[in-house]
């Protein structure tokens, strides 16, 4: 499995942002794909995820709604949409294929088991 985010810029405060996570080598069965970021000094943390099972999403409670996942299957895609991003908000963004649980994805970190590279995101004025 092969896994490449693109998209991490430097934005302003308040500003936008569209992040993109290209899989390969893997099948959308069974499987999940999350997205994840670490900030400077802190542990990684869960933004949200969809199932290839079910074909749902979930978030983190602290950013749902902020955030927003969005998926194209024939691309192997899945897009991470920020918005009212804040210093806060700065850090390298992670995509990871993992398993489901019950059809449904989680934003645990030991249920993924590949990740990509990473792409940095820094919000600063």
């Known amino acids: 499995v092969q896994l490449m985010e693109s998209g991490g810029d430097l934005v302003q405060p308040g500003g936008s942002l569209r992040l993109s996570c290209v899989a390969s080598?893997?099948?959308?069965?069974?499987?999940?794909i999350g997205w994840f970021r670490q900030a400077p000094g802190k542990e990684r943390e869960g933004i949200g995820c969809f199932s290839g099972d079910e074909g749902s999403y979930f978030y983190s409670n602290s950013l749902r709604g902020r955030f927003i996942l969005s998926t194209d299957r024939v691309k192997n895609t899945v897009y991470l949409d920020m918005h009212s991003l804040d210093r806060d908000d700065t850090g390298v963004y992670y995509c990871a294929v993992g398993k489901i649980l019950f059809r449904r994805c989680v934003i645990d970190l030991p249920y993924y088991f590949d990740w990509g590279q990473g792409t940095q995101v820094t919000v600063s004025s």
């Open positions: 080598g893997f099948s959308w069965d069974n499987s999940a």
